[in-house]
């Protein structure tokens, strides 16, 4: 029973345009929400996270969004580079308990 | 700079060989975690430890064992490898109070 669902597993984008990366997840007592990239060979790296009583966050290129009421959470690149291919986990915590991960979704961004 | 070393980064082993995956921080983090991932599935959590003499069997069943017997260390064995064992292993640390984890490069574990 998966508690954290990435139902895309790649996404192909053009150089310079926008990726959206999507996440859904069943317990609505996840407060803490956090994304990781990871290149092949190599473990994962935080990128950006929101906590529960936030909407968005926004980090430079990045800006993570939060949909409480529909249990989602989308990870926006703009505008995408091709350094950004990777595979993109989306990760959940309650009360700061262990990191629940979802499949990760395959980003390739064409030049 | 990685704060979080694994060792080794690739090991082909035969079955029933006993193997020990090494996990070493300098971050001072009383939580580690080692979780497994196979290509396209979620990352899950097989083992856990919030400090020194404290180890938890993680979400995914596993066949291996851990130790914490120094802060910084956090081993995984596995006693008799078999093929099922071929997956990705990989260690984490977190300091309890951001929620994020710091993970190392991973081992890539093949059992012929």
């Known amino acids: 029973d998966q508690q954290v669902k990435q139902n895309s597993p790649s996404l192909s984008v053009q150089e310079g345009r926008i990726s959206i990366l999507n996440c859904d997840y069943t317990n609505s007592m996840f407060d803490y929400f956090l994304w990781y990239k990871k290149y092949p060979a190599e473990g994962p790296t935080f990128l950006i996270s929101i906590s529960s009583i936030k909407d968005k966050n926004e980090d430079g290129r990045f800006t993570v969004f939060l949909n409480k009421s529909a249990k989602h959470l989308s990870l926006h690149i703009v505008p995408s580079q091709p350094g950004d291919s990777a595979v993109y986990f989306c990760a959940v915590s309650e009360y700061g308990n262990k990191l629940v991960f979802g499949a990760g979704t395959i980003l390739r961004v064409k030049s | ?112």
Not at chain 2, 83 to 100: E, F, I, K, M, R
Request: proline content about 4%; aromatic content about 10%.
């Open chain 2, 1 to 112: 700079e990685a704060d979080i070393y694994q060792t080794p980064r690739y090991l082909v082993i035969g079955t029933g060989k006993k193997i020990t995956l090494e996990c070493s921080q300098t971050m001072g983090h009383d939580k580690m975690y080692w979780y497994q991932q196979d290509p396209g599935m979620e990352l899950h959590l097989i083992h856990y430890s919030y400090g020194v003499n404290s180890t938890e069997k993680g979400d995914l069943s596993s066949e291996s064992t851990v130790s914490r017997i120094r802060t910084e260390h956090f081993p995984l064995t596995l006693e008799s490898a078999r093929p099922s064992h071929t997956s990705q292993y990989l260690c984490a640390s977190s300091d309890g109070v951001n929620y994020g984890y710091t993970f190392g490069s991973g081992t890539r574990l093949t059992v012929v």
